[in-house]
C-alpha cells in the first residue's frame, strides 16, 4: 500500500522559507510517477504547487513558481518543497501526493495522498 | 490561465440523485478528474479520466464529460456522501503547462 508522510515545522516566520519533506513508502518514487505538492488554506479550495518526476523534471504553479523549488532525493525515497518569501496567505494544509501521468509528458490526477500538515505563518 | 468553474453548492435528499457540474472552455477535450474530500479527510480520487472509477469507489459514482461542461453524478446518495467535490485538469494548453483545480462543491445531504 503506497503511503505518503509530510513533515516540517508547523510554524514559519514571515519572509522566511518554509520547507517540508514528504516520505513516500510502499512504492519507489525512481519507478515511475509525479510527486506533487497541493495546499489548501483554512476554509478554501484546493491549490496545486507543483510536481516533480523522478529524473528531477518539474512543472510548477504559474503564480507561485518564482518562490517555489520542488526536489527529490530517490536515495530515501522522498521528495520536498521550498516555499520562500511566505506571509500570512501561505497559511495552508499542505499535502503531498503520488500524480499519475501519461506520454509523452502529461501528469495526471493524483491517486494517493498524504494527511496534510499545517503550516501556519505568523511572527 | 485555464480557470474551472463549479456551483458553490448542491444539496439532494437521500436516495435521490446529485450532479455536480464542471465548466471550462472545451473542457471536453480534456481528461477530468474528480476528488471528494470530508471535513479534516485528505482528498480521495472518486473519479478518474472522466468515467473511470478507482478501486473501492462505489459504483454509485460516475462521471461524463462533453464540450464546455463535466459532470459528477453520485446515484442514490447517502448521508456519508455529504462532502466537498472538486474537479481537475491538465492544461498544457499555455506557455505554463499546470493542474487546474476547480474552486469546490460542497454537497449537503437534506
Known amino acids: 500500500q503506497v503511503q505518503l508522510q509530510e513533515s516540517g515545522p508547523g510554524l514559519v516566520k514571515p519572509s522566511e522559507t518554509l520547507s517540508l519533506t514528504c516520505a513516500v513508502s510502499?512504492?519507489?518514487?525512481?519507478?515511475?510517477?509525479?510527486w506533487g505538492w497541493i495546499r489548501q488554506p483554512p476554509g478554501k479550495g484546493l491549490e496545486w504547487i507543483g510536481s516533480i518526476y523522478h529524473s528531477g523534471s518539474t512543472y510548477y504553479n504559474p503564480s507561485l513558481k518564482s518562490r517555489v523549488t520542488i526536489s527529490v532525493d530517490t536515495s530515501k525515497n522522498q521528495f520536498s518543497l521550498k516555499l520562500s518569501s511566505v506571509t500570512a496567505a501561505d497559511t495552508a494544509v499542505y499535502y503531498c501526493?503520488?500524480?499519475?501521468?501519461?506520454?509523452?509528458?502529461?501528469?495526471?490526477?493524483?491517486?494517493?495522498w498524504g494527511q496534510g500538515t499545517l503550516v501556519t505563518v505568523s511572527s | 490561465s485555464y480557470v474551472l468553474t463549479q456551483p458553490p453548492s448542491v444539496s439532494v435528499a437521500p436516495g435521490q440523485t446529485a450532479r455536480i457540474t464542471c465548466g471550462g472552455n472545451?473542457?471536453?477535450?480534456?481528461?477530468v478528474h474528480w476528488y471528494q474530500q470530508k471535513p479534516g479527510q485528505a482528498p480521495v480520487l472518486v473519479v478518474y479520466?472522466?468515467?473511470d472509477r478507482p478501486s473501492g469507489i462505489p459504483e454509485r459514482f460516475s462521471g461524463s464529460n462533453s464540450g464546455n461542461t463535466a459532470t459528477l453524478t453520485i446515484s442514490r446518495v447517502e448521508a456519508g456522501d455529504e462532502a466537498d467535490y472538486y474537479c481537475?485538469?491538465?492544461?498544457?494548453?499555455?506557455?505554463?503547462?499546470?493542474?487546474?483545480f476547480g474552486g469546490g462543491t460542497k454537497l449537503t445531504v437534506l
Open positions: 510502499g512504492y519507489s518514487i525512481s519507478s515511475g510517477y509525479y
Open positions: 479520466d472522466d468515467s
Open positions: 501526493a503520488r500524480q499519475r501521468w501519461e506520454p509523452p509528458d502529461s501528469p495526471l490526477n493524483f491517486d494517493y
Open positions: 481537475q485538469v491538465w492544461d498544457s494548453s499555455s506557455d505554463h503547462p499546470n493542474v487546474v
Open positions: 472545451n473542457i471536453g477535450s480534456k481528461s
